[in-house]
């Protein structure tokens, strides 16, 4: 069964500077996907980033990237010059090829400070 | 071009009573999703539809929870009678399937059962 593990409850960075959130994933497929969802205090779910296994280069999206070491089954989501309004939710997520679902951890809460 | 569109935004209503939450896919997609967030289980997958067609249910949590998606524009999810133990976010997600896809998310409902 997939599984993924957010060890980190909650992060604190300051305004400017870059932050790396945890993500560790469990599974037996060699085919899966990897995504970052943000969810501020609004409430909603909006995706960040995408990391295929198969994929060889880490992905990146302007400020997001994601460190991707298959081998140690971990995904983890940096944030460069953080922002006030980075300040939100942020979990991971996993999605295998026999199944549509995404898998979501327990979530890191971020806050920026200025 | 609108995004996954839910009614209502919030609903309140007594234990006993039906609730039924309506869900907007993104036109093109094809590929719907339900899930619920609550602080003790975290986001978990009801169920989904793909072209229409029930894929997974097995999240669903007992018979008193009914999805339909009766055409690829509109889906509803149904609590029959509903219960406090229900009160919780249901967001209705979609996508446009491939090997791997992010999932667009809609607003949520928040649900409170009293």
């Known amino acids: 069964a997939q599984k993924i593990t957010q060890t980190q409850p909650g992060m604190f960075v300051q305004e400017k500077e870059a932050v790396t959130l945890d993500c560790t994933y469990d599974?037996?497929?060699?085919?899966?996907?990897l995504f970052w969802y943000k969810q501020p205090s609004s409430g909603e779910m909006i995706f960040l980033i995408y990391?295929?296994?198969?994929?060889?280069q880490n992905a990146t999206e302007g400020r997001y990237s994601l460190n991707f070491q298959k081998a140690r089954k971990s995904a983890n989501l940096v944030i460069s010059a953080s922002q006030l309004g980075d300040s939100a939710m942020y979990f991971c997520?996993?999605?295998?090829?026999?199944?549509?679902?995404?898998?979501f951890g327990t979530g890191t809460r971020l806050l920026v400070s200025p | 071009d609108a995004g996954v569109i839910q009614s209502p935004r919030h609903e309140v209503t007594e234990m006993g009573q039906e609730v039924t939450l309506r869900c907007k896919p993104i036109?093109?997609?094809?590929?719907l999703f339900w899930y619920r967030q609550t602080m003790m289980r975290g986001l978990e997958l009801l169920i989904y539809f793909n072209n229409n067609v029930p894929i997974d249910d097995s999240g669903m949590p007992e018979d008193r929870f009914s999805a339909k998606m009766p055409n690829a524009s509109f889906s509803t999810l149904k609590i029959q009678p509903s219960e406090p133990r229900d009160s919780a976010v249901y967001f209705c997600a979609s996508s446009f399937v491939t090997p791997f896809s992010e999932q667009f998310f809609g607003p949520g409902t928040r649900l409170t059962v009293l």
């Open positions: 997520a996993m999605q295998d090829t026999g199944f549509q679902k995404l898998v």
């Open positions: 599974t037996s497929d060699q085919s899966y996907g």
């Open positions: 036109s093109g997609h094809n590929s």
């Open positions: 990391q295929g296994s198969y994929d060889e």
